[in-house]
């Protein structure tokens, strides 16, 4: 068969190794404990650029272990799934420096980041997995590794909050489990990618097809945060803020958006999800939980929760591009995976800034913020027009193709909800800027928690600015080779050609 | 028959224990502790030997004394029985570890029970014996061997609550045993024989077959604890010391499923019908719900943790229906028959591993905190994570979560419910799934809360914690041999041979 390479493994080994190891330390090696860290980080992107270097010369990187005949663990790159990965590690390697200065003194480090390590493993297994029963394995092992994160504070705000996260998380789990089993006997082991094997049985099977294709859409409609099923995820905001960051960014709201671009485009297909009405579903849900979403983040005063909220809206755009069919929707879907990963990890990281430095954490205390932390709500300030969807920044691409794909495909009420929920986000997100910026600060409050030469500690300040500053330079050099969205142009390509 | 290999393992794996355990009574407290151990590290290590020596030989048999069957005893050691030795060996080894610091800690309070080892001892012969028996007499005499031993293991603690509990784990298994002592006359009187292969060959369907079936059945359900006959394994396995509950929800209760399987798919293949095989199903069911239910409800560890063994007990009673078609489905092959069988070996393999790390998990927190009241378990995540991991970990392999061994015994099932074309069943694996986590992830939201106020802390030797990590590591390292098990296992007389005659038997796959 193919040839087996390691390297998939590595990858993995990369973030699970030092997270095994940082378990065993003690709480008080704190610089080793970092060091394992940034070398497990710097080690996960340096191996998935060679990776992706390579793939790009035409090589395969695949690693398969039978368990028992038709259930194989199997890693397999492709471009999809390293563009994914990529994301991942590198908002890891970000994330890490930030949460080593934003625990700084905090207690139980040792557990937070081994888990948090452990997070990124089962994120990456999900970009590399190369069948449904490997996604499903790293799937549910992610929902097992960020739980000790939503509860790290252990208060009972956050054991209560985790209680919810693992009620809708296992919950969707299971009926995945039952989705994975159920095409297994339908369909044999499906690798990503075969999506002939379900076209072979749409003549025969259809009902069964259509049943088991909205099963999976409930499991992982979980974790992305789709409406009715989005509750745990403003609730889990109660955890630490580089952990809400990289939930929102890349691990677990992520994890379901990118299982359903692989189960529309890589397990059905196109051609065979457009031809049994089964997206049609899908973009009205989406849709309304994009509107929900913005909706609901209008009515929070609590600055994470509004950023919450604005994640279930936001990540609904992915969903909805995938249900539209043609190349620019689906370009848009999938790019946005990346950009709003970099806008909204942009966010958290400010909002925890400013709650580490001032003790802030309601939008109603922010005001005159941005004249003492210019640079972190600059960088805040940047998201928040791509989010909204002014050119040149990373959010207005997405929003640009996905509403080019929806004339394309007919669908103008797609447009209408586009410009609905810009509406919105610049309603639920400009007081923010305005506070900050033009509100004469309330001075009884002006109590700075810690002291120092810049506006915040080094290791809070430089991440947001570097996230930042990649908002503004996917939107702006969009057009370019090896940008975000020339790859995921390439790969929606690629999925319309089969 | 006698042209099988004929191996000394057989005949070791029951004598060596019985040696040792005769032995170590002349010896005095500490020396007992010191010669049990020993032979349990002995046995243990005997039966991986054996399992090596199966693996390679395939199936070999010892015949004692000489003495030809049916006077003499034979012993026959295939796949099936080589695995389930090869799992009580690995989990027997290290509860035994875990019981000589567990009770050496205990010694300067209460004399660290010495009369431990011997029974312990006793009670591995037995289980071998079991599994090695060739015919349902000597099945008979293993059960109440290991019956037996059980129950005084059970009141070894001496307390109240623990002999009560074992005064009616005796009534049961003493019921249990005369339910099965009852059909196996039956079969004797119908068939003149009781070796389990040639009862295969000359059984005829009847209603004395059938009826023998239904009480050898319904014995062995009892002795395994299935609803609605588990009544007396909460308040047993919960009273008992740590080691021991350990011992007795990991392997004890497989004993029996493991002569039920081995009856259903080898020898009565005639006689089985769709319906009995709901029926089976459906208690299976109902324990799954209930018990995990119950253990939902429960306050105190051991109570959460022995109730949780009604429930996945209850999963190896659902694969009994699975073994033949619903109506109307087509048989293409014989696969729709492997999921079920492996989900039933995996099954128990996951749940020996993950509830002895339970169980000695619980001793634990017992001997650091003096109780196990659920309350007590908060703020445990920062004392003790070594245990927290290994309750952790053992949880997700009794959810069912990837990639844990119990994740694989349950994909198996749904296969197996999907292929034989009884949905209805699926259902009922998600529930169990569910109200699993629902108790696993109530102790870990726990172990991770705050503490209220400090509790007293002993701290415990770290041996033990190490015991009931690796244990709970081992309920996921069963899934990497996985697909070589399962060719293992095709070839024993169960599930090769066996599925043939299955197959070929006129009446299976309809009333």
Redesign the interface.
């Known amino acids: 068969m193919e040839t087996t390479s390691l390297l998939p493994l590595l990858i993995l080994g990369s973030s699970l190794i030092p997270g095994v190891l940082i378990l065993l330390l003690r709480e008080d090696q704190s610089a080793l404990r970092s060091f394992l860290n940034l070398f497990g980080a710097v080690a996960k992107v340096s191996l998935i650029a060679w990776v992706f270097a390579g793939y790009l010369r035409g090589e395969e990187y695949t690693f398969i272990f039978r368990l028992a005949p038709q259930l194989t663990f199997a890693l397999r790159v492709d471009q999809l799934g390293l563009f994914f990965a990529t994301l991942s590690s590198v908002l890891w390697l970000v994330t890490t420096l930030y949460a080593i200065g934003y625990l700084e003194g905090g207690q139980h480090r040792r557990r937070f980041f081994a888990f948090f390590s452990l997070c990124i493993t089962a994120s990456t297994g999900i970009a590399l997995s190369g069948n449904v029963v490997t996604f499903f394995i790293f799937y549910e092992f992610l929902t097992l590794a960020t739980y000790p994160l939503v509860v790290h504070l252990g208060t009972d705000k956050a054991v209560n909050a985790g209680r919810t996260y693992l009620w809708y998380t296992i919950g969707g789990g299971t009926v995945l489990f039952l989705g994975v089993v159920g095409l297994y006997v339908l369909a044999g082991p499906v690798y990503f990618g075969q999506t002939e094997i379900i076209a072979s049985l749409i003549s025969e099977n259809a009902p069964q097809l259509t049943i088991l294709f909205f099963v999976f859409l409930a499991g992982l409609g979980v974790k992305a945060a789709i409406f009715p099923l989005h509750s745990w995820l403003p609730i889990s905001m109660v955890a630490p803020a580089p952990v809400s960051a990289l939930l929102h960014a890349v691990a677990v709201v992520k994890a379901g958006a990118f299982g359903i671009i692989r189960l529309v485009y890589d397990v059905y297909g196109i051609g065979v999800a457009e031809q049994m009405n089964l997206l049609t579903p899908l973009a009205v849900l989406a849709a309304f939980t994009i509107l929900y979403g913005s909706i609901r983040a209008l009515f929070q005063d609590d600055f994470k929760k509004r950023l919450a909220y604005s994640t279930v809206s936001q990540v609904s755009y992915i969903a909805l591009g995938v249900a539209i069919p043609g190349v620019l929707a689906s370009a848009g879907a999938i790019v946005h995976l990346v950009h709003q990963g970099i806008m909204k990890i942009t966010m958290f990281f400010a909002a925890g800034s400013v709650a580490e430095t001032y003790g802030h954490y309601k939008i109603s205390e922010l005001n005159g913020i941005g004249r003492r932390m210019p640079l972190t709500m600059g960088a805040f300030t940047t998201a928040v027009f791509g989010m909204i969807g002014l050119p040149p920044i990373a959010g207005f691409v997405s929003k640009w193709y996905l509403g080019l794909g929806a004339v394309e495909a007919g669908s103008y009420w797609v447009v209408l909800v586009l410009l609905g929920s810009s509406a919105l986000n610049a309603a639920y997100f400009l007081p923010i800027v305005y506070r900050a910026w033009f509100c004469e600060p309330d001075h009884e409050r002006v109590s700075r928690i810690r002291s120092g030469r810049l506006e915040t500690r080094a290791l809070l300040l430089i991440p947001v600015v570097v996230t930042g500053l990649f908002s503004l330079a996917a939107g702006v050099f969009a057009a370019l080779a090896g940008s975000p969205l020339s790859i995921a142009r390439e790969i929606a390509e690629k999925f319309y050609l089969l | 028959m006698t042209d099988l290999p004929t191996s000394p393992f057989p005949a070791l794996l029951v004598g060596l224990p019985i040696l040792v355990a005769t032995l170590s009574l002349f010896f005095r407290p500490r020396g007992k502790a010191v010669v049990g151990l020993m032979g349990c590290l002995l046995t243990g290590g005997l039966g991986l030997i054996a399992l090596v020596e199966v693996m390679q030989q395939g199936t070999v048999i010892h015949i004692l004394g000489g003495w030809d069957p049916p006077l003499g005893i034979l012993l026959r050691m295939d796949s099936l029985a080589a695995v389930f030795i090869g799992m009580t060996a690995v989990v027997g080894v290290f509860i035994s570890l875990y019981a000589w610091w567990f009770f050496r800690a205990r010694e300067a309070t209460n004399g660290g029970f010495p009369l431990f080892w011997p029974l312990w001892l006793f009670l591995w012969a037995g289980l071998n014996g079991l599994f090695l028996s060739n015919d349902l007499f000597n099945l008979f005499v293993t059960i109440e061997v290991i019956g037996m031993s059980a129950v005084a293991l059970a009141v070894l603690s001496g307390k109240t609550a623990a002999q009560i509990a074992g005064l009616r784990y005796l009534l049961a298994a003493i019921t249990g045993s005369m339910a099965y002592l009852f059909g196996v006359a039956l079969i004797y009187g119908s068939t003149g024989t009781l070796d389990l292969g040639l009862l295969r060959q000359v059984l005829e369907p009847g209603a004395t077959t059938t009826f023998a079936l239904l009480v050898i059945t319904l014995g062995l359900m009892i002795k395994m604890a299935g609803f609605p006959f588990h009544f007396w394994l909460p308040p047993a396995h919960s009273s008992a010391l740590a080691p021991v509950s350990a011992l007795l929800s990991a392997l004890v209760v497989k004993g029996a499923f493991y002569i039920l399987l081995r009856l259903w798919m080898e020898v009565f293949g005639v006689s089985i019908t769709f319906s009995a095989g709901q029926l089976i199903g459906l208690a299976g069911a109902i324990a799954v719900i209930w018990g995990s239910w119950q253990a939902f409800m429960q306050t105190s560890l051991k109570l959460i943790v022995a109730h949780s063994s009604v429930a996945q007990l209850g999963y190896l009673l659902m694969i009994f229906p699975l073994l033949i078609l619903a109506p109307g489905v087509a048989a293409g092959s014989a696969d729709w028959l492997s999921p079920a069988w ?1 989900a039933g070996v995996y099954q128990v393999m996951a749940h020996a591993f993950a509830k002895a790390s339970f169980f000695l998990s619980a001793g634990i927190i017992i001997m650091a905190l003096g109780h196990d009241h659920k309350g007590s378990l908060r ?1 445990l ?2 004392r003790m ?1 070594m245990t927290v ?1 290994a309750i ?1 970990i053992a949880g ?1 392999s009794l ?1 069912g ?3 844990s061994g119990g994740f ?1 015994a ?3 099932l ?2 197996g419910i ?2 034989s074309g009884q949905w209805w069943w ?1 259902p009922v694996v ?1 529930a169990g ?2 109200l699993t ?1 629902g108790y696993v ?1 109530m102790l ?2 726990l172990a ?3 503490a209220r106020e400090k509790e007293p802390f002993r701290p415990v030797p770290k041996g033990l914690e190490v015991c009931a990590l690796l244990l709970a590591l081992g309920s996921f390292l069963i ?2 041999p ?2 070589y098990l ?1 060719q293992f296992l095709e070839s024993s007389e169960a599930f090769g041979s066996g599925i043939q005659s299955i197959m070929e038997g006129g009446t299976y796959g309809n009333d």
Do not use: C
């Open positions: 492996t703020d995540a920062s994570p991991m952790g997700v959810i979560l990837p990639p694989f349950k994909w198996m749904l296969k999907f292929l699926a998600l799934s569910f986590a992830f870990l939201r991770f809360a705050t899934v990497l996985a697909e399962i």
